[in-house]
């Protein structure tokens, strides 16, 4: 039973992780980390991400520019494509790691031991994946709340909002969070007294990895 429950939690911060991974990388490259809705031509909007501010008119439809320098950017903008990138390359170093220290994976299935410090050095890996993704989310919502209250600012300069991109970022982050935890717990339920397994049963509780099926009461 405590193989099972080990099992499924590999399998789901392995799940959630890989989610996290996806949507942090999809984050970094929208250029929706800013709206801007402008009271005299409700038509038409503007939005800003990392590396480019689009436009969007009801009659000419998107047009986007790319951001001429990296270091004309704002600190906020340029630090957070750094950390996104540094978000996005732990997360994928943290899932193959992780990977390789699954119980049901059969490489290295008699080095259990070897397999819990991957799935734990994995662990580790995606939930600093996740903090350095919620930190630049987090950082630019925080900029955008300080000039949109900014009392120094005109009532009538149209001020910039949260983007659909930040929430996306905010979900991805506490997912890579969530499931590194999940991971790194699962290893260390491995190394607690009687939870040591033969690799017969391992082979019985992941049978599905032999037949090429999802559902293990296949």
Not at 65 to 73: M, P
Not at 134 to 163: C, K, M, Y
Not at 185 to 197: D, E, L, V
Request: aromatic share 10%; with cysteine; glycine share 10%.
């Amino acid at each position: 039973m405590a193989l099972v429950f080990r099992t499924a939690l590999q399998s789901l911060g392995l799940s959630l992780s890989l989610l996290g991974w996806v949507l942090s990388t999809i984050t970094t490259y929208l250029p929706h980390w800013k709206n801007l809705n402008l009271d005299l031509n409700e038509m038409e909007n503007w939005t800003m991400g990392l590396w480019k501010t689009c436009v969007i008119q009801e009659e000419v439809g998107r047009q986007c520019k790319d951001f001429d320098s990296f270091l004309a950017l704002p600190a906020e903008l340029r630090i957070s494509r750094i950390l996104m990138f540094l978000s996005n390359g732990l997360g994928f170093l943290g899932l193959l790691v992780s990977g390789l220290g699954l119980d049901c994976l059969r490489i290295g299935e008699r080095q259990q031991d070897l397999k819990r410090r991957l799935l734990i050095l994995g662990g580790i890996l995606l939930c600093t994946s996740g903090v350095t993704a919620l930190i630049p989310v987090s950082w630019v919502a925080h900029i955008t709340v300080q000039e949109f209250w900014d009392e120094n600012i005109p009532e009538i300069v149209p001020r910039w909002e949260f983007g659909e991109a930040l929430f996306l970022g905010w979900f991805a982050g506490f997912s890579l969070l969530l499931g590194g935890c999940l991971l790194h717990c699962a290893a260390c339920s491995a190394s607690a007294p009687g939870a040591h397994y033969t690799v017969a049963e391992i082979q019985h509780q992941c049978p599905y990895l032999e037949n090429g099926t999802v559902d293990p009461q296949v």
